[in-house]
């Protein structure tokens, strides 16, 4: 579905992305993991087209996506869910949500998009600066969903959430692969993206470091020692 090839992207004369090759098939669950600062967010911008690239190729579903603006890439089925939630705050959850159809999707998917989130379905009328850390993530996954996504982009869904949450939402983005969503996923919690993911990707200083069967991954002994703190 997703076909990086030697991608490049630099902040002004920094490069921040070398060479990165990675791909996602449908129905996968991809995880990337790596220290801060690794390159991962800006990898997944890049994918979305709100980080310029400058050098290398992204496919995706057969057409090359270099020529496309960002809000060309969500109208063709790439949606992102950004680090840190941004939430549209002064507005009801339920604003929130039809934002997230406004380039794609359908207004109409509001109604089985909560039923996924019942929180939300009880906060709707709520402005969405009001809800707690893990509400605002739900949200945000739910404002994705509302596009009807083909390819979901999550940067970082359980930063700063406590451990219960943590696996309240990965728990959400299980379900959301069982039902057929294609997932690239971020998170600083490689135990937990390896653990729920088909492959993985780890990045080191702008590239690819190593890549496999996730659960394999998760065995590698340079892993082990270098994020999962064993
Ligand atoms: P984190 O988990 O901390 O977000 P990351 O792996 O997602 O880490 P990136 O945020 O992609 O890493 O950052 C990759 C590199 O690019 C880092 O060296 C970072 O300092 C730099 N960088 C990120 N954003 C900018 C920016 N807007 N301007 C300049 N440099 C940036």
Do not use: C, W
């Amino acid at each position: 579905m997703l076909e990086v090839r030697q991608l490049g992207s630099r902040y002004g004369r920094i490069p921040a992305l070398h060479d990165v090759n990675l791909r996602v098939g449908a129905g996968e669950l991809v995880a990337l993991v790596g220290a801060n600062g690794a390159g991962k967010s800006t990898l997944l911008r890049t994918i979305s087209g709100v980080q310029p690239m400058s050098a290398g190729a992204i496919g995706f579903e057969g057409r090359d996506l270099g020529a496309l603006s960002a809000r060309q890439r969500v109208q063709a089925g790439i949606v992102q869910v950004p680090e840190g939630r941004q939430v549209f705050a002064p507005m009801s959850v339920e604003d929130n949500l039809r934002l997230g159809a406004f380039a794609r999707g359908r207004a109409s998917a509001l109604e089985q998009v909560i039923g996924f989130f019942p929180v939300l379905r009880d906060k709707r009328r709520q402005p969405a600066g009001l809800l707690s850390g893990g509400q605002q993530q739900m949200l945000a996954i739910a404002r994705a969903l509302m596009a009807e996504p083909r390819l979901l982009l999550l940067d970082e869904p359980s930063m700063g959430l406590a451990p219960r949450l943590v696996a309240e939402i990965f728990g959400h983005i299980t379900a959301l692969r069982a039902r057929g969503t294609t997932v690239l996923l971020v998170d600083q919690n490689a135990r937990a993206a390896l653990s729920v993911a088909d492959r993985g990707y780890v990045m080191e200083a702008g590239r690819i470091a190593l890549e496999g069967d996730a659960r394999a991954l998760l065995r590698d002994a340079q892993v082990q020692r270098a994020y999962l703190g064993l």
